[in-house]
């Protein structure tokens, strides 16, 4: 069975930056698309960024181009997702999820078949 843990969630001032970690033991990232997701309190879950290293397509939601970048680790099995210039409106649980790639689906879609727990995120003004 697939797992993905997160980590590296905490609590940072406007402004600053975090690195989000999800570790996937057991399987390799290779063979999947692999992106984070974010709910904030009393909204629904959002695409944030995913990645196929396969065939090399990443996607980052509009809200987090250009502050937060993507990547993988493919020795230590693990995706990482870099967030700089955090604003409060980034307060959210963040998810990691993952499915093996099918070129025919999207790269980032809510029905992706893996998830961690999350890892909560709180931005303060």
């Known amino acids: 069975e697939v797992q993905l843990v997160e980590s590296g969630g905490g609590l940072v001032q406007t402004g600053g930056s975090l690195r989000l970690s999800c570790a996937a033991p057991g399987f390799t990232l290779d063979d999947y698309a692999i992106g984070w997701f974010r709910q904030a309190p009393g909204k629904e879950r959002e695409e944030v960024s995913c990645?196929?290293?396969?065939?090399?397509?990443?996607y980052y939601a509009y809200p987090t181009h250009g502050r937060f970048t993507i990547s993988s680790d493919n020795a230590k099995n693990t995706m990482y997702l870099q967030m700089n210039s955090l604003s409060p409106e980034d307060t959210a649980v963040y998810y990691c999820?993952?499915?093996?790639?099918?070129?025919?689906?999207?790269?980032?879609?809510?029905?992706?078949?893996?998830w961690g727990k999350g890892t909560l995120v709180t931005v303060s003004s």
């Open positions: 990645i196929s290293i396969r065939d090399g397509s990443v």
């Open positions: 999820a993952a499915e093996v790639r099918v070129l025919s689906r999207p790269i980032c879609y809510s029905g992706m078949d893996y």
